[in-house]
């Protein structure tokens, strides 16, 4: 019971940070609630006990997609001016 309450709390968190991602005007803010999307990802993928599945998605989708995504922002903004 416990870990469907829980789940259900991070799947209002993914949305949310869904939201937020969509309708922010700022990049920074975007890429960082995508990482957040990724990291409670794996969090719900420990829940339904695939916990290969969750250290793929925390090293790959939340962290290494996050720092590509602000190393990239970095470059172009150096590049722009």
Same mark, same amino acid.
């Given at each position: @019971? #416990?870990? =469907? %309450? /829980?789940? &259900? %709390?991070? #799947? +209002?968190? @993914?949305?949310?940070?869904? !939201?937020?991602? /969509? +309708?922010?005007?700022r990049? *920074?803010t975007a890429v960082?609630?995508s990482? !957040?999307?990724? /990291?409670? #990802?794996?969090?719900?993928?420990?829940?339904l006990?695939?916990? $290969?599945?969750?250290?793929?998605e925390a #090293?790959i989708?939340?962290? /290494?997609?996050? =720092? &590509? +995504? +602000?190393y990239?922002?970095?470059? =172009? *903004? *150096?590049? $722009?001016?």
């Amino acid at each position: @019971m #416990a870990n =469907i %309450i /829980l789940a &259900i %709390i991070l #799947a +209002f968190i @993914m949305l949310s940070m869904g !939201i937020a991602a /969509l +309708f922010t005007k700022r990049v *920074r803010t975007a890429v960082l609630a995508s990482g !957040i999307i990724s /990291l409670i #990802a794996s969090i719900l993928y420990l829940l339904l006990a695939a916990p $290969d599945v969750a250290m793929t998605e925390a #090293a790959i989708g939340s962290g /290494l997609t996050t =720092i &590509i +995504f +602000f190393y990239v922002l970095n470059k =172009i *903004r *150096r590049s $722009d001016v």
